[in-house]
């Protein structure tokens, strides 16, 4: 029931997503407002699950816990919970659905702070930075279990079969960045796989495939990205004249274009996992269409059949001890 254009396009993405994956879809929220966006009545691979409130957007994290116990996201983690689904999906309030998934399951043991992991593009496919927004206050010693999870998750749900990871910092140079960056760097640097810093420059075009920061740095970087992305977007088709035949010698720039754009467009990714708990959320936009709702939830399938919570913990066991 959350996001912006909830239940239409979370309900449609679902319709979309159910015959390419092998699970069963819960749609947790109200049935009657479920009900009206299924024109030709509900899939037998799909199931409503009764859920009588909704947290809204500006909702505070921990009041909607306490206080809406029968929230679309309080009955959803709750399944996970009891074993009667193995991942959530939202794209309602990132807060409450942190807060809630955090308080629900808890953290893995030798996990201390959750991470939200992020896909983004660079010229050789796509990279995993994390956090992006769930623990904007942590110590060096977590961005070491940030980096164990993002390797277990680029392994078993990006396919990168030895991922290595980057320090996000401001310069190249081992010594660089304030305190918080030198105590990680002299943490990470003890591991095979850590390839020392990257700037936020290099991100886009150098080799990369984990790249790792506190959730204030990379919750500001992800939303600049976003937003850069969508005013170059928008600044070339405003180049291009309006109505046919003025816009004629600009048609053949849509075939170049339109790559371009899909890489750019978080969309296609659909969703970021919250990595850390004991239990799988794929946290979606709050803009969500019914493309990225689907895309999010065949995301979460190959984090399923990746075995991906078994991989974090059998990893954080192998590099840290926990």
Known sequence: MGGDHAPREIIKGALLAAPEIESQILLVGDPNRIREHLPSGLPASMEIV???????????????????????????????????????????????????????????????????ATELPHRGG?????????????DPEHLVQ??????????????????????????????KGNAFAKQAFGLLKGFSWFKGNIEGKDMWAHPCDVVVCDAFVGNIVLKTSEGLAEFITRTIR?????????????????????????????????????LGLNGTCMIAHGRSDARA???????????????????????????LGG
């Open 146 to 175: 940030f980096a164990v999870m993002g390797r277990a998750y680029a392994q078993k749900v990006m396919g990168k079969s030895n991922p290595f990871v980057h320090l996000l910092n401001i310069g190249e140079e081992e010594g």
């Open 238 to 274: 405003d180049q291009v004249p309006r109505g046919f035949p003025a816009n004629l010698p600009y048609l053949p720039l849509r075939k170049i274009m339109l790559p371009i754009r899909k890489k750019m467009d978080w969309a296609e990714v659909g969703g970021s996992p919250l």
């Open 50 to 116: 009764p859920a009588s409130e909704t947290v809204e957007m500006e909702e505070k994290p921990l009041d909607a816990y306490r206080r809406k116990r029968d929230s679309s996201i309080r009955v959803g983690v709750e399944l996970v919970k009891d074993g009667k689904a193995q991942v959530f999906v939202s794209a309602g309030n990132t807060g409450a659905c942190t807060a809630t998934c955090q308080l629900s399951w808890r953290q893995m043991h030798g996990i201390e702070r959750p991470a939200i």
């Open 293 to 319: 709702i689907k895309n999010a939830i065949l995301q979460a399938e190959r984090a399923i059949n990746g075995r991906l919570a078994e991989t974090i913990r059998d990893s954080v066991a192998k590099e």
């Open 126 to 138: 796509r990279f995993l930075m994390l956090d992006t927004g769930a623990s904007p206050d942590v």
